[in-house]
């Protein structure tokens, strides 16, 4: 008997952890693996990294999502952190784009951050993607919008 409570035990915590973690919000995917791009292939994660939840919503949701996605990097530590302290210093927080993708990487040898975001405009919903890379001194060095 002992060993059927311990059994049901056991399940009922693998259900509440799985629970929660359905329920976690979803932030921005945080990338930190040593990759290098240039002007040319930069523009590529347009296309491989999902846009995630915001896709879809309406551009006048976009500062709140905005907010959302910061809290959710810096709640993810370290580099993530240091990442949504740099996007809030570039970027009025009236910009209608929500991050979904932060790399920390390499771009033409110095160290930035890639940072992909879906925006739309005045009126419509977040659909179209554009990149951003920036130095850690929150300096413009490349964008594209596809």
């Known amino acids: 008997m ?19 973690a ?10 930190d693996e040593g990759n290098t791009y240039t002007a040319e292939n930069v523009t590529k ?7 995630g939840s915001a896709a879809g919503q309406p551009t006048g949701d976009a500062a709140k999502l905005r907010q959302a996605a910061l809290v959710s990097l810096r709640k993810q530590g370290g580099e993530a952190a240091a990442a949504a302290d ?3 210093k570039v970027f009025a927080s009236s910009t209608p784009g929500v991050p979904y993708y932060v790399e920390k990487a390499t771009f033409d040898d110095s160290e930035v951050w890639v940072i992909a975001e879906v925006i739309g405009p005045k009126g419509d919903v977040l659909k179209d993607k554009r990149i951003w890379v920036i130095s850690d001194a929150g300096e413009i060095l490349y964008s594209g919008t596809r």
């Open 2 to 20: 002992n060993r059927y409570r311990t059994m049901l035990a056991a399940l009922a915590a693998i259900l509440v952890v799985a629970a929660l």
């Open 22 to 31: 359905a329920c976690a919000p979803q932030g921005p995917r945080f990338v």
């Open 45 to 51: 994660l347009l296309d491989t990294a999902d846009a």
């Open 86 to 88: 740099v996007l809030t």
